[in-house]
C-alpha cells in the first residue's frame, strides 16, 4: 500500500484545513488506520485513529477540535481539523495504527498566531 497524504497549507490560528489520505496498490479495508504528526525538531506522534468500524480516538490535544473519518469506497481516510493552533503546526502523515505500511509523503500543516 501507498500512502499519499494531501491537504496542508497555511492557515491562521482558529481556522480549519481537512487532510486526506489516499491509499494505493492495496485495500486497507478491515485495518484500523491512524493520523500522525511530526512537529520540527520534535518525534513523530499519534494523532488519532479510526478502526474499520468508524469508532475513533484522539490524543487529549485535539480531543473537540480533530474529526477522523474514512471512505472505502475511495480507499482514504480524512482528518478535519478546526480550531487550528500554532502548535498544531507539523508535518502530517496517515498510516495503519500498527504501522504496518511504509510511510509515505506527508503533508505539511502550518498554522500561524
Known amino acids: 500500500v501507498q500512502l499519499q497524504a494531501s491537504g496542508g497549507g497555511l492557515v491562521q490560528a482558529g481556522g480549519s484545513l481537512r487532510l486526506s489520505c489516499a491509499a494505493s496498490g492495496s485495500s486497507f479495508s478491515g485495518v484500523v488506520m491512524a493520523w500522525y504528526r511530526q512537529a520540527p525538531g520534535k518525534q513523530r506522534e499519534l494523532v488519532g485513529l479510526?478502526?474499520?468500524?468508524?469508532?475513533?480516538n484522539y490524543i487529549n490535544s485535539v480531543k473537540g477540535r480533530f474529526t477522523i473519518s474514512r471512505d472505502g469506497a475511495k480507499n482514504t481516510v480524512y482528518l478535519q481539523m478546526n480550531s487550528l493552533k500554532s502548535e498544531d503546526t507539523a508535518t502530517y502523515y496517515c498510516?495503519?495504527?500498527?504501522?504496518?505500511?511504509?510511510w509515505g509523503q506527508g503533508t505539511l500543516v502550518t498554522v500561524s498566531s
Open positions: 479510526i478502526t474499520s468500524g468508524g469508532t475513533t
Open positions: 498510516n495503519a495504527y500498527d504501522l504496518r505500511f511504509d
